[in-house]
């Protein structure tokens, strides 16, 4: 839970790196709230409105802790926009899914201490 509160801390941080453990735990947590959300919402009759909502609120801290999680394995945040092609989704999960540039790099220091 500590990963998820500090991705919503740095809301809109885009500078740095972020490890993969933070990257993945915000994603789970993310996925468990929307689901649990969306659950709620039917159940109340509200449809998708709640999920939608909460998806809106948190859409710049994902993009920028996806944008930290491309600066760890020594890429641009831009890559991002590889996901608006279908096919380019599966390289920017791989992305995603590396593990971190050892040392330093053009973005700062490794998170992992290293």
């Known amino acids: 839970m500590n990963y998820y509160t500090a991705v919503l801390t740095n809301y809109a941080g885009f500078a740095g790196r972020a490890r993969r453990a933070e990257f993945w735990m915000f994603a789970l947590i993310n996925f468990i709230i929307s689901i649990v959300l969306y659950g709620i919402g039917a159940a109340i009759g509200v449809g998708q409105a709640l999920e939608g909502l909460y998806s809106l609120a948190v859409l710049v801290p994902s993009i920028a802790v996806a944008a930290r ?46």
Not at 81 to 107: H, R
């Open 69 to 114: 999680r491309l600066h760890d394995t020594n890429r641009s945040g831009w890559w991002q926009l590889i996901a608006l092609t279908v096919i380019g989704i599966i390289p920017l999960i791989i992305f995603y899914a590396q593990d971190s540039d050892p040392g330093p790099n053009q973005y700062g220091p490794n998170p992992k201490g290293e």
